[in-house]
């Protein structure tokens, strides 16, 4: 099913580093969980990545992830309680990038025909918490989250997968996002693509993709 029947375009985007800061490497929230739980932050930050495939396609709750790599570090089991506490710690480390949010709201108006559609490596709850306090969720037609597709971004099935879920071709879709190695996986793969640098909205870059993928679907 396409994500709308007009859409001659789909804009795919990222989060961290995009719309907001990267919470674990950019805040204080590793700090901050290994203060309370009394656990190194490196170790912390390694353990995590080890199992980010884990909690971002969704077949673990990160607070599952973080309730092992706790009780293997020594450290007492968590409680309903700390993860209510983790989810308003994570909320408070999370910045929103404003300029990107306009942005979007602005391509909704001058582009009516670009679906936009939310290309995240998420934890579930972790994209629940940022959107209950920012409504990210709101700027999209879709929401393309590692949890929701079960893959995650470079695997060339995630973009494929994505592609079958708006019911588009990859040649019709544009990759927004900060981490090269990400936008190479997608341009092999067909996809028009434009890097965020510092946080910086590429207006000009990402207005000439749409005009190219436009160009080129009038022509079929």
């Not at 396409?2 to 929230?29: C, H, I, K, P, Q």
Request: glycine share 6%.
């Amino acid at each position: 099913m396409s994500v709308t029947s007009r859409s001659t375009v789909a804009l795919l985007v990222d989060a961290g580093g995009v719309l907001f800061n990267n919470v674990t490497e950019e805040s204080r929230f590793i700090e901050i969980l290994a203060a309370r739980w009394k656990i190194g932050q490196q170790d912390l930050l390694v353990a995590l990545d080890s199992l980010d495939a884990a909690y971002e396609t969704d077949s673990e709750d990160v607070i599952d992830v973080l309730r092992k790599i706790v009780c293997a570090a020594g450290g007492r089991s968590l409680t309903d309680g700390d993860a209510r506490w983790l989810e308003e710690t994570y909320g408070e480390q999370v910045t929103s990038i404003a300029p990107a949010f306009e942005a979007l709201a602005a391509i909704r108006v001058d582009h009516p025909t670009v679906s936009l559609v939310l290309a995240n490596n998420e934890a579930r709850r972790w994209d629940m918490v940022k959107n209950a306090r920012f409504g990210h969720f709101a700027l999209f037609d879709r929401i393309a989250s590692s949890w929701a597709v079960g893959l995650v971004k470079p695997e060339p099935e995630y973009f494929k997968a994505v592609g079958r879920m708006i019911g588009m071709p990859l040649s019709s879709t544009i990759l927004v996002d900060d981490n090269p190695d990400v936008l190479a996986e997608a341009g092999a793969l067909g996809m028009r693509t434009v890097r965020v640098i510092d946080r910086v909205w590429p207006k000009h870059e990402l207005d000439e993709a749409i005009a190219t993928v436009q160009n080129i679907e009038s022509t079929r």
